[in-house]
């Protein structure tokens, strides 16, 4: 065991985006990704969205891992552990959701289990924890999408009350937000807004697409630092 001195340089960045579909999720994360790292070569997104990321391929010659059913946690390590092996700097997650709800994942699987179901949960936590550990512990930055459920609102737009998308509870498990450094809640108009930030960076609603120019600045004006 050894003492050192903390120095925040030597962190890395475990971020999640939050927001219902069409709310820029995806897009958002290349661009805050380009922001850390400044080369696209060092940015892998594990695609579990049918592909959609290739729809941003004009953003830059980012890399793709594409992730299909069923979404268990063992395949999301097995993904994180391809892109560190290949070197990649961010590792964007794209979905996370389907780890806990899609098919194959968490909620699927305590499901399908026999017996009690209480009990079921001792067998089927340590999986999703190991996922969770996977993120925290991973020597490449995290970015990682969260889908929320949809609803709608009446608001009032000159006089007249107009339905609007918004998006509500995240579709993981609940307190996943305490793992992460930074969470950001995106809306339909494409604002973000931070519901947890230890970096100090994000403190009012702005434009998803400016967190890429926010992210590239520091005290010292260097790229890649996130304080």
């Known amino acids: 065991m050894q003492l050192q001195k903390a120095q925040r340089r030597q962190a890395v960045i475990k971020l999640a985006l939050q927001g219902p579909s069409g709310s820029g999720k995806t897009y958002s994360s290349l661009l805050l990704a380009n922001g850390l790292v400044g080369n ?22 980012f890399n793709v891992l594409s992730l299909t059913e069923p979404f268990t946690p063992e395949r999301y390590i097995e993904a994180i ?17 389907q780890e806990w709800e899609g098919n194959g994942g968490i909620i699927e699987t305590h499901g399908n289990m026999a017996g009690n179901s209480f009990t079921n949960w001792n067998k089927v936590t340590p999986r999703h924890n190991a996922f969770v550990q996977k993120m925290l512990q991973s020597p490449a930055h995290i970015i990682a999408t969260i889908r929320s459920k949809q609803d709608y609102v009446l608001t009032d737009k000159n006089g007249k009350m107009v339905p609007e998308k918004v998006g509500l509870k995240g579709v993981t498990r609940d307190g996943m937000d305490y793992e992460f450094t930074l969470v950001l809640d995106l809306d339909i108009k494409h604002q973000a807004i931070s ?4 970096t ?17 600045r520091s005290k010292s004006g260097a790229r890649g630092k996130i304080w």
């Open 40 to 61: 696209w070569d060092q940015i892998a997104v594990i695609d579990t969205e049918n592909n959609s990321s290739h729809l941003y391929s004009h953003l830059g010659s």
């Open 81 to 97: 552990e391809t892109c560190e092996k290949a070197g990649m700097k961010v590792i964007i997650i794209d979905s996370i959701s």
């Open 195 to 198: 519901s947890k930030d230890r």
């Open 200 to 216: 100090g960076l994000f403190v009012n609603p702005m434009p998803s697409w400016y967190l890429n120019l926010l992210v590239t």
